[in-house]
């Protein structure tokens, strides 16, 4: 399929839209402090455990700060694809470590989110395509309660800005809208991750 910068702008919003209602239906960013409250969560009692969850705030705060760092750098001009695309690998380490205490204090997600980060591997060869259906909208991620949700798309949202700069190295002005539509997205996640996971 051949488009032009209207027809990818069209589409990113279209995706945005449906990743809205998706979003909404898999427990969003809106759960309620009663739904919160109400997961399932494995106590911490632990000395190594409150350890492991303390160098998890400490790596999501970082999370945070660096995908702040990533929507800085697309403002700059003639900024270089490789620059993004480490940045992209920086947070899904972060993610990564974040997700272990995830699977650690939220064991109904277990499942969910080992298959989630199995897709490192293929970030090379994956189509945005495929990412965005198997795993954005977990049509290849097993089911799962809404609250894992939060925490895949801490993995999910960098790998896609990954693969869209992996696609188009030359930055063009709709794949720069994309990736800050990524970027913002996971950004409005992270403080229900900390709710869910480190609290």
Known sequence: MNLNVPGIIYLTFLCLLISQNTFSSDGGASMSDKDINNVSKTDVVEKDDKERLSKAASLLTNYEIEAKKLLEM???????????????????????????????????????????????TSLEEISHETLEKDYHHDGALPKAPGECYHTKDLFIHPATVYVLVRDDPSLQDATKSSINAEITEVLAHTELVRRLVIY
Request: glycine share 0%; net charge positive.
């Open 74 to 120: 697309l403002k700059t001009k003639n900024i270089n694809s490789k620059t993004i695309q480490n940045k992209a690998k920086d947070l899904l380490s972060l993610s990564e470590v974040v997700i272990e205490s995830a699977q650690f204090r939220l064991p109904q997600c277990n499942e969910y989110l080992t298959k989630t980060l199995a897709i490192k």
